[in-house]
T-cell receptor
Framework: QQQVKQSPQSLIVQKGGIPIINCAYE??????FPWYQQFPGKGPALLIA?????SEKKEGRFTISFNKSAKQFSLHIMDSQPGDSATYFC?????????????FGQGTELSVKP | EPEVTQTPSHQVTQMGQEVILRCVPI?????FYWYRQILGQKVEFLVS????????KSEIFDDQFSVERPDGSNFTLKIRSTKLEDSAMYFC?????????????FGPGTRLTVL
């Protein structure tokens, strides 16, 4: 119940394409869903986050779509660039969890070809 | 820009030895975390720490693990008697607050190899 399942494991797109990464969860107590971006040799960095009271959030070229009834959320990267090549992790957390624990998905390795 | 730093970047140790992984969180942050990532697997929560005590710990964080904030700047993770399965990348993170929407800033990680 504490799991967050992420797919695909890896993704290759051409420059300008729109990669989509999907995550699913089971625990309805989750109410904060961040996406982290990780470059080789670096720690994960927060990219964008959403709460379940909205169905979509955009920040620049990055969009989260959220489907509360299906318990799924996804990351879309518009006009993808080679510099977006990285590993992306979805995560989930609970408002009442004062420890701030993040439950991560398995990660998606994205490669954007020039 | 402030960042979380971790030392060493790579630690090699023999099975059964004690290791201490060090982190310097961002200076005005009050909540500290350790996560680990076994090669090819997901990032897993180990422990959160606030006001000099553990807020929450996972089932991975057994009696072999301990955390400490020995001074005003460092945050350490100690593994008393390392096992082969402790080989992983260990990430330290910190945040201003401990609630769900306080961004956690991650360090670059320490790669621990247990031989």
């Amino acid at each position: 119940q504490q799991q967050v399942k992420q797919s695909p494991q890896s993704l290759i797109v051409q420059k300008g394409g729109i990669p989509i990464i999907n995550c699913a969860y089971e625990n309805t107590a989750f109410d904060y869903f961040p996406w982290y971006q990780q470059f080789p040799g670096k720690g994960p960095a927060l990219l964008i986050a959403i709460r379940p009271d909205v169905s979509e959030k955009k920040e620049g070229r990055f969009t989260i779509s959220f489907n509360k009834s299906a318990k799924q959320f996804s990351l879309h990267i518009m006009d993808s660039q080679p510099g977006d090549s990285a590993t992306y992790f979805c995560a989930a957390s609970m408002i009442y969890n004062q420890g701030g624990k993040l439950i991560f998905g398995q990660g998606t390795e994205l490669s954007v070809k020039p | 820009e402030p960042e979380v730093t971790q030392t060493p970047s790579h630690q090699v140790t023999q099975m059964g030895q004690e290791v201490i992984l060090r982190c310097v969180p961002i200076s005005n942050h009050l909540y500290f975390y350790w996560y680990r990532q076994i090669l090819g697997q997901k990032v897993e929560f180990l422990v959160s720490f606030y006001n000099n005590e553990i807020s929450e710990k996972s089932e991975i964080f057994d009696d072999q693990f301990s955390v400490e904030r020995p001074d005003g700047s460092n945050f350490t993770l100690k593994i008393r008697s390392t096992k082969l399965e402790d080989s992983a990348m260990y990430f330290c993170a910190s945040s201003v607050g401990g609630s769900w929407d306080n961004e956690q800033f991650f360090g670059p990680g320490t790669r621990l190899t247990v031989l």
